[in-house]
């Protein structure tokens, strides 16, 4: 079965540190691979996507970047944290003829001091 | 541009049955999620219309109205364990651009009282 990673679980950082969240996946090849960002109170929104290993979409101008090293493996990194990047980070996945069903990570609390 | 509107809180008892709406406004509509999302927790999949009508998984139920631009999640014999907040996710085919892309809510919170 597949299950996905994240870590770390939680993370306090303070402005203007370097950030790099990883999350991985087991069980599966060439999923699609998805960075979402969740403000306390707020819906899902989609950061980066990534189809194939080096091919990263940004779906939101900002301060993070995301790169697909292997297969299974998608980073999100910051140079310099900003405060307005607090918030529940969430990886998720999709495969094959049923893409549209996205599975999710556990996801890593971020809090910028 | 593109828009999801619920409520942001509901109140039921348990054994009882809630209806959470959601409206869009979206182009490129390609189907529409629920999920459900527990405090602290990640977003699970419950659902996905692409087509108008309901669709039945045990006491989940979700209807989709594509002309109206409507969405609602039912849901039957509440349970306390069913307090969390439920997204409404669209899934639109932006033109010109490499594929899908999935605009959630902000989500309902639904909360079981005995």
């Known amino acids: 079965s597949q299950t996905i990673h994240q870590w770390p679980a939680t993370l306090v950082q303070p402005v203007g540190s370097p950030l790099s969240l990883e999350c991985t996946v087991e069980?599966?090849?060439?999923?699609?691979l998805y960075w979402y960002r969740q403000a306390a109170g707020r819906g899902l929104q989609l950061l980066f996507y990534?189809?194939?290993?080096?091919?990263i979409s940004s779906e939101v101008p900002q301060n993070l970047s995301a790169s697909r090293p292997q297969d299974r493996q998608f980073i999100l990194s910051s140079k310099k944290l900003l405060l307005s990047d607090s918030g529940f980070y969430l990886c998720a996945w999709s495969v094959g003829p049923r893409s549209y069903e996205q599975y999710f990570g556990p996801g890593t609390r971020l809090t910028v001091t | 541009g593109q828009n999801i509107d619920q409520p942001t809180e509901m109140t039921a008892t348990e054994g009882a049955i809630v209806q959470i709406n959601c409206t869009y406004q979206t182009s490129g509509f390609n189907g529409l999620f629920w999920y459900q999302q527990h405090a602290g927790e990640a977003p699970t999949f419950l659902s996905y219309?692409?087509?108008?009508g309901l669709e039945e998984k045990g006491r989940f139920s979700s209807f989709l109205s594509r002309s109206k631009g409507y969405s609602y999640l039912l849901l039957k014999e509440l349970q306390m364990k069913d307090s969390a907040s439920y997204l409404c996710a669209v899934r639109v085919l932006p033109p010109n651009t490499g594929g899908f892309k999935t605009i959630f809510g902000a989500g309902t919170r639904l909360f079981v009282k005995a």
């Open positions: 069980g599966t090849s060439n999923p699609n």
């Open positions: 990534s189809v194939g290993i080096g091919q």
């Open positions: 219309n692409v087509l108008d």
